[in-house]
């Protein structure tokens, strides 16, 4: 897929756990798992706009396009 989501990156960045970002977004681990994996089919923006919110970032800081055809 195209589209890569850097969730653990910032996550790091931040130096916040799954557990903790979840707690305080209000999103189940499991969710929070699936985005930070890039298994996520879709997101919400509000989800992504929480999440920024809390770690204090844009979304291109989150989500990144690479072109699948190189």
């Not at 960045?13 to 979840?22: A, F, G, M, P, T």
């Not at 994996?37 to 999440?51: H, Q, V, W």
């Amino acid at each position: 897929m195209p589209i890569i989501v850097n969730l653990d990156v910032m996550m790091a960045k931040r130096k916040i756990s799954l557990n903790e970002l979840s707690e305080r977004v209000n999103i189940t681990t499991a969710n929070l798992s699936i985005l930070k994996t890039g298994k996520a089919k879709a997101m919400r923006f509000s989800t992504l706009e929480t999440i920024c919110k809390e770690l204090q970032c844009q979304p291109g800081d989150i989500l990144e396009y690479t072109d699948s055809t190189d």
